[in-house]
């Protein structure tokens, strides 16, 4: 999914009905509060899976590469562990420069394959969750909605199941934002960092 960004304020400023109007409840008609977690929900939808899936088969050749170099650094290693009492003071010296030359490469490497994913990924994150606004806020108007909450991004102890609004917005947004291969199968989960709540423009 590191790079956190706060959504409380979109949903308050964007999605949500105005502040303003939860003084316009009344005991009879208590103002309807709803709650929903976006990064759940974006990584539900058929675009954020398959986004997911294209990031991982972007940086499969980067990751692979990195396996290599981590395996040539620990077969020095081994080398020199096995060869303590036969290689020469010289032969011990070169080795364990390499291993060091390979191990900073594999520091620096890794280093720029997760700087540029997380780039990647923040990128479809927003694209997403700029569309997903749009739905939350067009759902929360039709149905009455005063305010919804992000339980992603402030603690919730109690809601009930009538105002959890994560699957239908998913629903809402799958049916709005059709993946032509919406029926491939769902990437393995990924080894990288959470995902961050998205800025809407």
Not at 104 to 115: H, M
């Amino acid at each position: 999914m590191k790079n956190r960004l706060i959504v409380l304020t979109v949903l308050l400023g964007a999605v949500a009905v105005p502040l303003p109007l939860l003084a316009q409840g009344t005991p009879s008609t208590p103002p309807k509060i709803g709650i929903i977690n976006i990064q759940a929900a974006i990584a539900a939808t058929a675009e954020g899976k398959k986004a997911l899936a294209d990031l991982q088969n972007k940086y499969q050749p980067r990751q692979k590469e990195l396996q290599r170099l981590n395996q040539e650094i620990q077969a020095i290693q081994d080398q020199l562990q096995k060869g303590q009492a036969t290689l020469s003071d010289d032969e011990q010296a070169r080795l364990n420069r390499e291993a060091e030359d390979k191990q900073k490469q594999l520091k620096r490497d890794a280093e720029d394959a997760q700087t540029d994913y997380n780039h990647d990924r923040d990128e479809a994150v927003n694209k997403i969750g700029q569309k997903m606004v749009r739905v939350i806020n067009d759902y929360a108007q039709k149905n009455g909605f005063s305010l919804v909450l992000d339980d992603g991004q402030i603690q919730v102890y109690f809601a009930a199941k009538d105002i959890e609004l994560t699957s239908e917005i998913v629903k809402l947004y799958d049916a709005a934002n059709p993946v032509a291969d919406a029926g491939a199968a769902a990437p393995k989960p990924a080894t990288h960092t959470a995902a961050p709540t998205p800025k809407p423009q």
